[in-house]
């Protein structure tokens, strides 16, 4: 929620401690202006200002449109399908007027002769670009199960949702249209852009909880909106899903970490990608968080007894899949594939579910029969340093701007809370941590190390390039850190100021009031003229990752 009003004055209340003024039958009702002052200077990171929680949901507060023509306000909706389209629209022009590259990678086969349907060709026009790369494998698993054993590498809750409502939808005449594959993938755009919707919301409300700035919550979801890995969260890909799952818990857990409800989003979090067993590392912090502030036998004893009994459910779920996987592999049966399903795996060599032999799959003999790590060095060459060749600089290069940015950002805030950062945040703050640390330093921590680890870890062991869309999907921190930058200096804020008040001259408006509920405004980032150099860079950094990597998707030729 967000409520901005201006007078004659020349005063503003821009700032996250804005007044909210109860509005009924179009009048306002106006009360005292609360000053602020931003923080000057290359210190972005001493911003007290402090959210005033009370001003979230006022029981008699009317949402009433933007003033005509004064600033360019958007809901968090609209913004997120807006960008949706874009990207749709961009693949679109980019597939039609640029030629595929020829990848060599695994193209999901089809039977040749199966009939075209009305509707096929339509949808292989407007949708075509996005079928690429991993997304062949979601739409293969949708259709025909994990019929390879290297499709194993790629979680199920994705394909199985897709799967679902396309053999629900198969009985009715829909699938007479359009064939399955084109309806899959028709769907799995159209889940996806539901799915990056609720992941905008929640990365709002979360910024919103953990930074306890307006401003800065809005231009972190704005960001999040046009990021670096965005065709990934538009494309038949879990990104979206996996961010809306993350996002909700990583807010359920500051709000109650022992909420039963939050096994939900928790277990399916770690059925869409092998990323979200670290999800469980913000319940196990906030646990522990939670006993050391109301510590007592009877609160121990509670809280540990739930928070047991929430992951026995959540490794059950995930024990579920992994016993399907071994039954798939691990024992010679007959399942009944199509021809061109089993014919693909003759001609490249792939094992086929249910033809187990001596000699494949040697991890169906492990204690702990496991497939994902064996899947992804037998195939993709996953492993401890071994993407560090020379021929590979190219892929490091595209994922340097992110590395960088959490890498420098997380030192920074170690540095300056080091001592904090030690005790874990799980103590007292001393009277010198409570000077200097704002609200969000003390919440930030556990999301700091998330970011930490999962780059550090992307570095090391996984396909350096991947960094990108895994902290894209997986991290509000690179958010965080870049909205940072956009709200941190006195002379954003002084710019802000100088122009809403002179387009509120312009408009005659002197004494108005323009509330805007869970929207966000364009202007912070539109305005390119009267950004610093850093500013720039990162919003080109972003819109031109968002362009050049849709481009360069749609066409098959290799981004992150």
Request: charge should be positive; glycine fraction near 4%.
């Amino acid at each position: 929620m967000r409520s901005e009003c201006y007078n004659g004055s020349g005063a503003s209340t821009s700032s996250p401690k804005r007044r909210v003024n109860v509005v009924g039958n179009g009048r306002s009702h106006h009360h005292h202006q609360r000053q602020h002052h931003a923080a000057g200077g290359a210190n972005t990171h001493r911003d007290t200002t402090t959210h005033d929680r009370g001003t979230d949901s006022p029981p008699t507060l009317t949402e009433l449109p933007p003033s005509s023509g004064s600033f360019l306000h958007i809901s968090i909706t609209k913004l997120a399908i807006g960008s949706r389209l874009f990207v749709i629209v961009l693949q679109l022009v980019a597939n039609l007027l640029l030629p595929d590259h020829e990848a060599g990678v695994f193209v999901a086969p089809s039977d040749k002769n199966a009939p075209e349907r009305p509707l096929d060709a339509l949808v292989r026009l407007a949708l075509g670009g996005l079928n690429r790369w991993d997304g062949q494998y979601f739409l293969h698993i949708a259709e025909h199960g994990y019929t390879y054993e290297n499709a194993l590498a790629f979680f199920p809750l994705f394909p199985f949702i897709l799967k679902i409502v396309c053999s629900s939808l198969s009985s009715y005449e829909v699938i007479t249209f359009v064939s399955y594959r084109e309806l899959s993938l028709l769907l799995a755009v159209l889940l996806n852009v539901v799915c990056f919707t609720g992941a905008a919301k929640a990365l709002y409300r979360l910024s919103k909880h953990v930074l306890g700035n307006q401003k800065k919550a809005e231009i972190a979801v704005l960001l999040f909106c046009f990021n670096p890995a965005s065709i990934f969260f538009t494309a038949p890909y879990t990104e979206s899903l996996y961010a809306w799952l993350s996002f909700v818990v990583m807010y359920q857990c500051i709000e109650d970490v022992t909420s039963i409800f939050l096994t939900i989003p928790l277990s399916l979090s770690i059925l869409c990608r092998s990323n979200g067993m670290f999800n469980i590392g913000f319940v196990l912090y906030f646990a522990v968080r939670r006993i050391v502030a109301q510590y007592n036998v009877h609160n121990v004893i509670c809280i540990c007894s739930r928070l047991f009994s929430m992951l026995i459910i959540v490794l059950f779920h995930y024990g579920i899949a992994q016993v399907y996987n071994y039954y798939l592999f691990c024992f010679v049966q007959k399942f009944n594939f199509p021809d061109h399903v089993r014919e693909y795996a003759a001609e490249h060599g792939l094992v086929l579910a249910g033809n187990k032999t001596d000699d494949s799959s040697p991890w169906c003999t492990n204690l702990v029969p496991l497939s994902y790590s064996y899947v992804q060095s037998h195939y993709w060459n996953v492993g401890f340093l071994r993407y560090y060749e020379l021929k590979q600089l190219p892929n490091f290069l595209l994922a340097l701007p992110v590395v960088y940015l959490v890498l420098s950002n997380s030192y920074q805030y170690l540095c300056e809370h080091w001592e904090y950062a030690l005790r874990l945040g799980l103590f007292r703050l001393t009277k010198k941590q409570h000077k200097v640390m704002r609200p969000y330093d003390r919440f930030a921590l556990v999301f700091v190390v998330h970011a930490l680890v999962l780059t550090l870890f992307s570095l090391v062991f996984v396909h350096v390039q991947v960094t990108t869309r895994l902290l894209c999907s997986a991290s509000p921190v690179l958010y965080w850190y870049t909205a940072e930058y956009f709200t941190g200096e006195r002379a954003f804020i002084k710019r802000q100021v100088i122009r809403k008040l002179s387009k509120q001259v312009k408009d005659g408006e002197e004494n108005s009031c323009t509330h805007v509920l869970n929207h966000i405004e364009l202007s912070d980032l539109l305005d390119f003229r009267w950004m610093n150099g850093r500013q720039q860079t990162i919003l080109v950094y972003f819109l031109g990752y968002t362009i050049v990597g849709t481009v360069l998707f749609s066409n098959f030729y290799p981004w992150t």
